[in-house]
């Protein structure tokens, strides 16, 4: 069943983007994740997949595999100051939908949600 409101509302909390995460180097990913925490996990100087928790808290644990010869994979950046980037966006597909860029070790969502009077995109 589709709860659209339910869906708006909770687009809301979107606007509170900028959440700062955490990132962590693990070799394996823990059995419960931590909020706001960015699990990287690989062994050396492979990296294999990012886990996290959806950022929009409902709950689910996203896997970002960090591959390159896996068919969808995100691209890891290290900057200087320790914060990283992911490429490209995360946009689920499933679940609560939730459309959002890592930049800087920020969870930035995309505005689409925010701006009720945009047009409809076709
Ligand atoms: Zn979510």
Redo the contacts with the bound molecule.
């Keep these: 069943m589709r709860r659209r409101d339910k869906e708006k509302a909770r687009s809301v909390h979107h606007e509170n983007s900028g959440v700062k995460l955490r990132s962590c180097r693990v070799q394996e990913a823990p059995d419960v994740l931590d909020d706001g925490v960015l699990y990287i996990v690989g062994e050396g100087l492979h990296l294999w997949y990012a886990a996290m928790l959806?950022?929009?808290?409902?709950?689910?644990i996203?896997n970002l595999s960090l591959m390159p010869d896996s068919r969808s994979h995100w691209i890891l950046r290290y900057h200087r100051n320790k914060t990283v980037t992911l490429w490209p966006s995360i946009a689920?597909s499933v679940?609560?939908?939730?459309h959002f860029n890592i930049r800087r070790s920020r969870v930035v969502y995309w505005s689409d949600d925010t701006r009720s009077d945009a047009p409809l995109s076709k």
């Design positions: 959806c950022p929009c808290s409902c709950g689910d996203l689920r679940g609560c939908k939730s």
